[in-house]
């Protein structure tokens, strides 16, 4: 579930995955198929990921959580709504920021410091997929994807390069 290097793909997914369709794929057909280096499993299907993408980007937040409660079984915080002015008030100092550079903030600065640390380096590592989990290696502003980090604890603590690394921990 977690390693799998094979699923079944229509001619829509093939788009996803930005691969040819395979040989008797249709839009109501679905065929097997050996996944690229760049998926892993269930962490990394289109469904997994869209189903924590923003309906405009995706989020290293609500995939990271995904993680760490489906996943991992963690206990995700509460989120406390009395922080929602202070995170409205960073959105236009942080516009120009990478979506790393945003959760580095996050993970290193109080109050968020209790408790990102313990997801975001989750969604993180899944930062190479868009909000419709095509792989990318750029950002939608040109910048280059580093979807390296050293996972939680609870999660062994390792250093990961990407989300494929993440799935064999």
Known sequence: ??????????TNLAFIYKLAAPPGATVDNFVPLDLPDTR??????????????RPD?????????LVNAAV??????????????????LKGPQSTWTDR????????????????PGFDPYGIALGNYDVLARYQT????????????????????????NATEMASQ
């Open 72 to 89: 991992l079984c963690g206990v995700n915080p509460q989120f406390n709504p009395d922080l929602q002015p202070d995170i409205d008030a």
């Open 57 to 65: 980007m995706p989020s290293i937040v609500g995939r990271g959580l």
């Open 138 to 161: 750029m950002d939608d502003k040109g910048r280059a994807i580093d979807s390296s980090v050293t996972l939680p604890a609870n999660a062994g603590g390792a250093m990961v390069q």
């Open 40 to 53: 892993a499993g269930m962490i990394t299907s289109p469904g997994f990921l869209v189903s924590r993408s």
């Open 101 to 116: 550079q945003k959760s580095e903030y996050r993970m290193k600065s109080a109050p968020c410091s209790g408790c990102h």
């Open 1 to 10: 579930l977690v390693m799998a290097r094979r699923t079944w793909i229509n």
